[in-house]
């Protein structure tokens, strides 16, 4: 079974960057995409960002210009660039990946966390 590890998440002022990462253990679909989501406290888990297996990006509104998705196939790696980041950006951030129906189909990681104050 595929499990997702994120890390790189902290406390930065707005304006700042921090660049999350995502390790995958186990095999991932070829023809998956790759997506970035976030949970702030009482709110539902929102979309960011996906990348699929052919390099096609989308991104979230909020955050479309500011966050950039990467991703390393080999590696099973994710990354998420996030710049000029807002108090609004703050929260718990996962990655997974997504079918061709849009669905999720691993158990989503620990997510990390990303707190953007003054």
């Known amino acids: 079974q595929v499990q997702f590890v994120e890390s790189g998440g902290g406390l930065v002022q707005p304006g700042g960057s921090l660049r999350l990462s995502c390790a995958a253990s186990?095999?991932?679909?070829?023809?998956?995409?790759m997506g970035w989501y976030r949970q702030a406290p009482g709110k539902q888990r929102d979309f960011v960002a996906r990348?699929?297996?052919?390099?096609?990006?989308y991104y979230a509104d909020s955050v479309r210009g500011r966050f950039t998705i990467s991703r390393d196939n080999t590696k099973n790696t994710v990354v998420l660039q996030m710049n000029s980041l807002q108090p609004e950006d703050t929260a718990v951030y996962y990655c997974?990946?997504?079918?061709?129906?849009?669905?999720?189909?691993?158990?989503w990681g620990q997510g990390t966390q990303v707190t953007v104050s003054s």
């Open positions: 186990g095999s991932i679909g070829s023809s998956y995409s």
């Open positions: 990348k699929s297996s052919i390099g096609r990006t």
């Open positions: 997974n990946a997504i079918d061709s129906y849009g669905r999720n189909p691993y158990n």
